[in-house]
T-cell receptor
Framework: GAVVSQHPSRVICKSGTSVKIECRSL??????MFWYRQFPKKSLMLMATSNEGSKATYEQGVEKDKFLINHASLTLSTLTVTSAHPEDSSFYICSARSGGGVDTQYFGPGTRLTVL | KNEVEQSPQNLTAQEGEFITINCSYS?????LHWLQQHPGGGIVSLFMLSSGKKKHGRLIATINIQEKHSSLHITASHPRDSAVYICAVGAAGNKLTFGGGTRVLVKP
């Protein structure tokens, strides 16, 4: 099946720094990528939807200046957590949609961010 | 009421037992996903289905569009099946709506 990768898988950073997380579709072109956040023992929460070459659509309550999303190509989307704070510590997951007739969506393995 | 309801929330089984997890939804969908999340956090897509039944190894997923219900079955369960299983539904072009997950523990 289709493969989506994320890098890094784990990152620890100091408060105030920025962290970039990459999401790549390895064997298909992803017209749309989704970024999710997951708190411990909770389900996934959609943060934003990004379409290649256009601005991301953020869900209500998600700060677009805090979580910068770039979808520069059909195989790569990046999420940058700017000026990270301890409360940004979470598990971030991306998924990619291939644009097929059925809503085919493939998930990345996730990135665990810890902000000290 | 959540749009996607999973049951049970938690399930403990002995190795070898047959496991069933249920998912009911209240919206019209184009596809339903079953996902597996291990304690380390990584998510694996198990199935995506829009009708009928799919089988992969010891896993079977079924969906009844008229009843808005899907089931995930694990045959001959094994401790390595211990994980959280998540049902998610999507309408064409729209974002996914997730169930709360079912935490499965298979004891040896």
């Amino acid at each position: 099946g289709a493969v989506v990768s994320q890098h890094p898988s784990r990152v620890i950073c100091k408060s105030g720094t920025s962290v970039k997380i990459e999401c790549r579709s390895l064997d298909f072109q992803a017209t749309t990528m989704f970024w999710y956040r997951q708190f411990p023992k909770k389900s996934l929460m959609l943060m934003a939807t990004s379409n290649e070459g256009s601005k991301a659509t953020y869900e209500q309550g998600v700060e677009k200046d805090k979580f910068l999303i770039n979808h520069a190509s059909l195989t790569l989307s990046t999420l940058t957590v700017t000026s990270a704070h301890p409360e940004d510590s979470s598990f971030y997951i991306c998924s990619a949609r291939s644009g097929g007739g059925v809503d085919t969506q493939y998930f990345g393995p996730g990135t665990r961010l810890t902000v000290l | 009421k959540n749009e996607v309801e999973q049951s049970p929330q938690n399930l403990t089984a002995q190795e070898g037992e047959f496991i069933t997890i249920n998912c009911s939804y209240s919206v019209g969908i184009s596809a339903l996903h079953w996902l597996q999340q291990h304690p380390g956090g990584g998510i694996v897509s198990l199935f995506m289905l829009s009708s009928g039944k799919k089988k992969h190894g010891r896993l079977i997923a079924t969906i009844n569009i008229q009843e808005k219900h899907s089931s995930l079955h694990i045959t001959a369960s094994h401790p390595r099946d211990s994980a959280v299983y998540i049902c998610a539904v999507g309408a064409a072009g729209n974002k996914l709506t997730f169930g709360g997950g079912t935490r499965v523990l298979v004891k040896p």
